[in-house]
């Protein structure tokens, strides 16, 4: 399954290499780091309630930062149009993440009206988690595959929460799909060998306290997931 690139989007990744995507950049060293360490995506938050929420104005100084060939993700957790309207004139961005409780037919709906790629993140948990993943492969052009939050969550992503990733572990889904959820430069080789993921994301596994990336990490996560 090809790994999906947005139009305009410079290099693709080497052949067989495991793509990877830091997720919740603050500051323009996040961006440098992220470079530096070859990245293939990087993703500002929009929730508020984040340690690693960004404001419309900052991701734009974020964003014209990003070296040509790296991905900029938008995640956003059910965002209206308005807000969506806004991000989009403002952000020069390559994919839509969303993250909240968006259903098929929202998803299909941002889709149509922004002509962004769009990927669905989806929590698993258990095997009652699994269908989901085919509903939502129909529509998103991507799926993010994360830890389900524990009930009451403050944010339904950046927990540093790990899944059984035996329940993913060989599946194709149609479309490309990134694994997600409490992973570290310590334990990401192992996550790849298990799922046969080609492609991962994290956010909390790469900061040295909540929000704060730390470039050495950053630049282990990155040689973990392709060794
Ligand atoms: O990172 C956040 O703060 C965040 C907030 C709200 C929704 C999702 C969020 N992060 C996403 O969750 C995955 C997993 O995070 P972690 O590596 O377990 O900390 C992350 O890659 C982001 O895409």
């Excluded at 929202?106 to 962004?116: D, F, W």
């Excluded at 939502?136 to 052009?141: F, G, I, K, L, P």
Aim: glycine content about 8%; aromatic content about 6%; charged content about 20%.
């Amino acid at each position: 399954m090809p790994v999906l690139f947005a139009p305009g989007v410079g290099t693709a990744p080497r052949l067989g290499e495991t793509s990877v995507k830091i997720c919740g950049l603050t500051t323009i060293a996040d961006v440098h780091a992220v470079a530096a360490a070859d990245a293939n995506y990087v993703g500002f938050v929009f929730f508020k309630k984040s340690p690693r929420n960004v404001s419309v104005a900052q991701a734009r100084d974020l964003a014209i930062e990003v070296p040509m060939g790296i991905a900029k993700v938008a995640l956003v957790v059910n965002a209206t149009d308005e807000f969506l309207d806004e991000i989009t004139a403002a952000v020069p961005l390559d994919i839509l993440q969303l993250h909240g409780k968006e259903t098929p037919e929202r998803v299909s709906e941002i889709k149509a009206r922004y002509g962004l790629p769009v990927m669905k993140a989806v929590g698993v948990a258990d095997e009652s988690d699994l269908p989901a993943l085919d509903a939502y492969s129909a529509v998103a052009d991507q799926l993010l595959i994360d830890a389900k939050p524990p009930k009451n969550a403050d944010l339904p992503g950046g927990n540093g929460l790990s899944f059984d990733w035996r329940l993913i572990a060989g599946r194709e889904f149609g479309v490309p799909w990134m694994l997600a959820g409490g992973l570290t430069p310590e334990n990401v080789a192992e996550a790849v060998r298990m799922t046969g993921t080609q492609q991962v994301d994290v956010s909390s596994g790469v900061e040295s306290a909540p929000g704060v990336k730390d470039p050495a990490r950053i630049r282990r996560f990155v040689k973990g997931a392709r060794s």
